[in-house]
């Protein structure tokens, strides 16, 4: 579940358990249109427990929300970005697209207090 701030930084109430900001899962810069790259520069940490959600983003589907509504510009572009993000892992890692599954970005159109 990815959640789209209120601009400006000011806050809203409305955020549901377990969401996450783009910002968590999405390369730093608008246009890169990749997931981050969780993994360690070199070697291997197990207690790494900070980039649990860049991994499952690999490997999930993502439903994007505002309390503002589903409608807006913004969360529109946030939901654009990760299916594209998504398509770029499917079409790394499988040239024929056999046998990778296929993760879907969802919006909910919706106001919070309804959800």
Do not use: W
């Not at 730093?28 to 860049?54: A, E, M, W, Y």
């Not at 969802?106 to 959800?115: H, K, M, P």
């Amino acid at each position: 579940m990815v959640h789209v701030p209120p601009p400006f930084g000011c806050y809203r109430p409305g955020r549901l358990i377990g969401a996450v900001n783009p910002s968590e899962i999405l390369g730093r810069v608008q246009r890169d249109g990749h997931f981050t790259d969780p993994d360690p520069v070199k070697g291997i940490c197990l207690r790494n427990f900070h980039i649990q959600t860049s991994k499952m983003a690999l490997l999930s589907d993502i439903v994007v929300y505002s309390p503002r509504g589903g409608q807006s510009k913004e969360v529109l572009d946030v939901a654009e970005r990760m299916a594209h993000a998504q398509h770029l892992v499917r079409m790394k890692h499988s040239a024929d697209q056999e046998g990778v599954p296929m993760y879907n970005t969802f919006v909910v159109n919706g106001i919070s207090s309804l959800i």
